[in-house]
């Protein structure tokens, strides 16, 4: 049976603290509760080790829910702003199975690193089907082990823009990862949680939640996991608008990812180049455009089009008005299968740069285009109302004043990133 790790702060420690507020001869009726001889607690104080089954037992008896007073010690042991709320709705049926394994006297073989490694590459391209695969890999692994399956798990039901789910599996991979001691898990699920936060409208908080990874894996020497954490603290500062903080992290990232973390590096320097073409820096833009295409086997079609789309608008600033207008075809063909919002945008903006080449014919045709987006754009109000706007001006009715108001009213649609995401093909 798996048992707890000596901790600076640690659970037996906090169990000790409960027992003793429960008053005088609280230590002898948990024994006999618990089926246990007298001084057994005594033991097991001083050499701070529990076995799992024992730790959930005297929770039980105390009428203490596990994930809350878990998850409390967690707050207080780095003594650190989490912010976390508990999970809304039911857990999914994923999470209920993990924690009944957890809780009992399971043993099963460890899964190597190689293994999790496949398993969340496997989650990034096909979430759906991974998620098929998790719950016999539950029943079968050593409780070890469940932390980075949830952790699999929030992640896959992240992609699929099932944020409460994924918030069930997160916060329970933390209660688990706590609870063995895995310090350095711990600083990695937070930081990979991050993103559910920010889903959630909430970049604040996402912030807040990788400074606290960040320490963790600072004080963990995990240096990998802290040049990760630095290409997420980039991410959540340029949504709060703190770009030059958010550039110094991208930078401090690229300094320390190793060649072989193409999907972070390709995130960093995507990102970098966001911010230099938004400062007006566009050469040095461009520069960064080019060092991130050397990572786009690492990544999905959509961060594909994200780069394509980067780089026709540069090349639009630079006045290279046809270089960027073939750019700005290829990236609409990517977002009609990858995410027809962002189609809608990217016509948009290809119908904007033909008016600017005196194309006004050819404007007409490509807002027309936008026809075919509108049954997958059904569900958003804001979105269909503009494409129906954009398709009822007549061929000299369109105009760049229209088209700009068009676009404004899909770009305020798009801040609502979890809505937005739904959008999604």
Not at 7 to 29: I, K, M
Not at 53 to 76: C, K, N, Y
Not at 175 to 196: C, D, I, M, P, Q
Not at 222 to 232: F, I, P, S, T, Y
């Amino acid at each position: 049976m798996e048992r707890f790790r000596k901790l600076s702060v640690n659970l037996v420690a906090a169990l000790d603290e409960e027992l003793q507020r429960r008053g005088y001869g609280s230590y002898a009726r948990m024994e006999r509760a618990l089926g246990q001889s007298p001084k057994w607690w005594y033991y097991h104080r001083e050499t701070s080790s529990l076995h799992l089954d024992e730790f959930f037992a005297i929770l039980d008896h105390l009428g203490l829910d596990p994930g809350e007073f878990v998850l409390q010690q967690l707050r207080s042991d780095h003594n650190l702003d989490f912010g976390l709320d508990r999970p809304r709705g039911e857990p999914p049926a994923l999470v209920t199975r993990a924690w009944e394994r957890f809780r009992g006297e399971a043993t099963g073989r460890r899964l190597d690193d190689a293994f999790f490694a496949d398993l969340n590459e496997k989650g990034y391209r096909a979430p759906r089907s991974t998620l098929e695969l998790l719950p016999p890999l539950v029943d079968l692994a050593a409780p070890a082990d469940l932390p980075g399956l949830l952790e699999v798990a929030g992640a896959a039901h992240w992609a699929l823009i099932e944020l409460d789910a994924a918030d069930h599996c997160f916060q329970t991979a933390l209660e688990f990862a706590h609870v063995l001691g895995e310090h350095r898990k711990v600083g990695n699920l937070l930081r990979r949680y991050s993103y559910v936060i920010n889903d959630h409208g909430d970049s604040a908080r996402a912030h807040r939640l990788v400074r606290a990874a960040a320490a963790i894996l600072l004080r963990e020497n995990d240096d990998l996991g802290l040049a990760k954490a630095c290409v997420e603290m980039g991410q959540w500062l340029g949504y709060e608008g703190r770009k030059a903080e958010a550039m110094q992290a991208f930078q401090t990232a690229l300094r320390r990812l190793p060649e072989t973390e193409g999907r972070y590096r390709f995130a960093a320097l995507q990102s970098l180049g966001v911010d230099l073409k938004n400062l007006g820096q566009l050469e040095e833009a461009l520069e960064y455009v080019e060092r991130a295409r050397a990572y786009l086997p690492h990544v999905s079609k959509r961060h594909k089009g994200k780069l394509v789309w980067l780089e026709a608008g540069i090349q639009e600033e630079l006045g290279e008005f046809e270089a960027a207008g073939e750019q700005l075809m290829t990236v609409v063909e990517i977002f009609r299968t990858e995410h027809p919002g962002e189609a809608a945008i990217a016509t948009c903006d290809l119908v904007r740069l033909q008016f600017l080449l005196g194309r006004g014919d050819d404007a007409y045709e490509t807002a027309l285009t936008s026809r075919g987006l509108v049954e997958p754009l059904a569900g958003n109000k804001v979105i269909s109302a503009a494409i129906a706007e954009l398709l009822r001006a007549e061929r000299a009715g369109l105009t760049l004043a229209l088209v700009a108001r068009v676009q404004q009213a899909m770009e305020a649609a798009r801040r609502d990133r979890a809505a937005w995401r739904r959008l999604a093909a």
